[in-house]
């Protein structure tokens, strides 16, 4: 670049050629083709997309140094055979869809920085800040039961730059920790951060295999842990024993969601229990539905049970029996007042009805007004009185 002004003024007032080509980036490349890698790091497993300068990633490196926000981090490469050219082969906009479905919660961070290719001595420093890691833990749980403070540790981690300890606890309120923060950094010399969790990132901690013999979903691949509730299991007619559907947590299984939309949907196209549905059989009532195989289980009047298609059946009713005229055809009787209403006739009758609950107010005032005479309480003078 040139030093006099006049003559980089004189440049950029100039007509540029090929004004379409993009602009250079400071590596060289475009700013549309800036190299990035996905990087997961962290124990809770954070997502991070981050920019770097290398012209080729390895399939065989695995490791990587990043700088993010909570400071200097080892991580992994995501699919490092995704990589191609050192740049990540998966587009932005498959990356957002991603994050997007997983929650506004979901952990994806493109706020920090590629430093380097992890070596073997980051390893090995890796490994002993993890083993270091137990003893931390210890000495917390002593400084906790000294100053009896009504929390329980799950598990530390300290971070590869040991700028940084990270303390994890569950407790039933908030709890003031604020002397126990003291006491820690003064031990080690560092941050100390204490970050409260919830049952379910605690099983994402410290959780290894489930009953159906996988690796825990929460531990694996579920970043943004999505609320599951008793619903989900009745609509999959999954067994209701807390025992069998709760998992590592106590709290239930997270794959219930998976397909709860599917089965919502499916649950949509059969009949509801109990109620009348016509068949080329005859009438007939809803005993029990299948969603996925979307069969429905009848009870025809003449007591058979059969079983069938939810396509197969002709018309739906409801809960109240449809009677049939001498053709043949169904229809369904008016449905019954609901309980505590009083069904109201109209016209000539609406009066009548009227009168006739209005007949016993008129007597109760007419006994009341007859007690009150004979007890002298009522107008007029009183016994003794002067007339």
């Known amino acids: 670049m040139s030093d006099n002004p006049n003559e980089a003024a004189e440049k950029s007032s100039a007509p540029r050629k090929n004004s379409s080509r993009p ?3 400071k590596g060289g490349g475009s700013r549309e083709r800036q190299r990035t ?4 790091y962290g124990k809770m497993g954070m997502l991070g997309q981050f920019q770097h300068h290398e012209r080729e990633i390895a399939p065989t490196a695995r490791h990587v140094v990043v700088h993010t926000e909570r400071g200097l981090e080892l991580g992994e490469i995501v699919s490092p055979f995704c990589h191609q050219r050192g740049t990540c082969s998966i587009s932005r906009e498959r990356i957002n869809e991603y994050t997007r479905k997983g929650g506004s919660n979901y952990p994806l961070s493109r706020e920090g920085r590629f430093v380097r290719f992890a070596t ?7 490994r002993h800040l993890d083993t270091s890691s137990q ?6 749980e002593e400084l906790i039961a000294k100053h009896k403070l009504p929390m329980r540790l799950v598990t530390a981690e300290h971070l590869f730059g040991g700028d940084r300890i990270i303390y994890y606890f ?3 309120a908030r709890v003031d920790f604020r002397r126990l923060v003291r006491e820690l ?20 901690l410290v959780a290894d295999f489930e009953t159906c013999g996988r690796e825990c979903c929460c531990k694996n691949f579920l970043k943004v842990l999505q609320p599951v509730n008793m619903r989900m299991a009745k609509v999959q007619k999954a067994t209701l024993d807390p025992s069998k559907i709760s998992g590592r947590c106590g709290r239930l299984k997270c794959c219930l969601r998976y397909e709860d939309a599917v089965y919502s949907e499916l ?8 109620v009348w549905v016509k068949t080329e059989h005859g009438l007939g009532q809803v005993l029990d539905t299948q969603p996925l ?23 739906r009713y409801t809960r109240q029996k449809p009677q049939q005229d001498q053709a043949g055809s169904a229809s369904v009787k008016p449905a019954a007042p609901a309980r505590g209403a009083s069904a109201k006739p109209s016209g000539p009758a609406q009066e009548e009805a009227a009168t006739d609950e209005a007949a016993p107010a008129r007597k109760k005032r007419k006994r009341r007004r007859r007690r009150k005479k004979s007890d002298g309480s009522g107008p007029g003078p009183s016994p003794g009185g002067q007339g």
């Not at 003893?135 to 917390?140: G, N």
């Open 23 to 25: 602009a250079k980036g």
């Open 37 to 40: 890698m996905l990087v997961r």
């Open 120 to 126: 073997e001595q980051d390893l090995n420093e890796q």
């Open 135 to 140: 003893e931390k833990l210890h000495y917390c």
């Open 170 to 172: 569950t407790a039933e």
């Open 185 to 204: 950094a003064q031990q080690y010399q560092t941050r100390i951060e204490m970050r409260q969790i919830g049952a379910r990132d605690e099983a994402r």
């Open 267 to 274: 649950v949509k196209r059969l009949p509801k229990l109990g």
């Open 293 to 315: 195989t979307q069969l429905v289980r009848i009870r025809l009047e003449v007591g058979r049970v059969i079983a069938m298609s939810a396509e197969e059946i002709l018309e």
